[in-house]
């Protein structure tokens, strides 16, 4: 039985994730800091350690005390816009933690590293993005997400450790956390709906997206550490249909049954249109499930509507204010 540690297990991905690879037969370890996600969707039968990436300790000392095949780190803090603003913060956790587990994966001879990168290290470039692009990221979290997939590859080169890298985006469904009001269009809009505050979009609401549904990008990570072929490769994943966010937001009034006004404010620093082509991972794993917008919202919907209610938290440690998005403050 393989033993897998997934970073950010309680989280939104990393949860599906370990039930997935529970599923598959591994034994799991989830490693979260409960920072953004919960202890309860920890599923029962891995083993839970609260701690951070960021513990180069704890770190080495999880890996003395199992012997770990494969590493699947999900662990970050994903807020591409607020990541301006957080610099020291998104480089502790989203650079120095990722080194701190390549680390410990060379000195014990996992068998693969998989990590979830992002679309944001294509930055503003044209649309669909190919895994050929050369990144051009706009913002930290996007640098600090290339940077990681720098170092796999020097890695690989230096030390022989393998990995895959995907590269998803947008990713929706149950068990996101929904109270962040920096990450998460939709997740951010169902809030409002039910605090029955106003939708808020950032400029005019034109910018494009492609949301992906959370069962559909899951069991392709899970699969990744099994096909060879993969592995040193880096891979899009995600859903290939695009919408507007003005258009997103009448799509998950219909599926919450509520309605708000939209209110729109000044545009903030973000890339237009950010979607990508797939054809590479189809290539690899064959065609793929793609959920349409109208049912994953759907699901979604109906499990939002029976957890606890509880407003968004603002971020309490920013780092700098110029510029700030005044929603934001």
């Excluded at 701690?51 to 494969?70: H, M, P, R």
């Excluded at 990713?171 to 169902?190: A, K, L, S, W």
């Excluded at 499930?289 to 957890?307: C, Q």
Aim: charged share 20%.
């Amino acid at each position: 039985m393989p033993i897998s540690l997934v970073t950010g297990g309680a989280g939104f991905i990393g949860s599906h994730l370990a039930d997935e690879l529970i599923a598959r037969g591994d034994e799991v370890i989830v490693l979260d800091d409960l920072s953004g996600g919960l202890q309860e969707n920890v599923p029962l039968e891995a083993l839970f350690i609260h701690g951070s990436v960021t513990d180069q300790v704890l770190i080495e000392q999880l890996f003395e005390s199992n012997k770990i095949d494969y590493v699947y780190h999900l662990a970050a803090y994903a807020a591409e816009g607020l990541s301006h603003f957080i610099k020291r913060y998104n480089y502790r956790n989203n650079l120095i933690g990722s080194v701190n587990l390549i680390n410990e994966s060379v000195k014990h001879n996992i068998k693969c590293f998989v990590f979830t990168s992002s679309i944001a290290v294509y930055g503003n470039q044209k649309s669909p993005m190919i895994e050929g692009m050369i990144p051009q990221p706009e913002d930290p979290y996007g640098i600090a997400k290339y940077a990681v997939e720098q170092e796999l590859k020097v890695s690989k080169k230096m030390f022989g450790l393998d990995y895959v890298i995907f590269r998803p985006h947008n990713v929706y469904g149950e068990r996101q956390n929904i109270t962040d009001p920096y990450r998460n269009v939709i997740g951010i809009f169902m809030n409002q709906l039910m605090f029955g505050k106003p939708l808020s979009i950032f400029g005019d609401g034109s910018q494009t997206r492609a949301f992906s549904y959370i069962d559909d990008i899951v069991p392709l990570i899970a699969e990744s550490v099994t096909k060879k072929e993969s592995y040193g490769e880096v891979f899009n994943v995600g859903a290939d249909d695009a919408i507007a966010v003005k258009d997103l937001a009448e799509q998950v009034m219909k599926a919450m049954k509520m309605s708000c006004p939209i209110q729109f404010h000044e545009s903030r620093n973000e890339v237009q249109h950010a979607f990508a082509s797939h054809a590479k991972i189809k290539k690899h794993f064959g065609e793929i499930e793609n959920t349409s917008l109208e049912v994953g919202l759907e699901k979604m919907s109906r499990w939002a509507k029976l957890v606890s209610h509880q407003p968004t938290r603002k971020f309490e440690s920013l780092e700098l204010t110029k510029n700030l998005p005044p929603f934001w403050k």
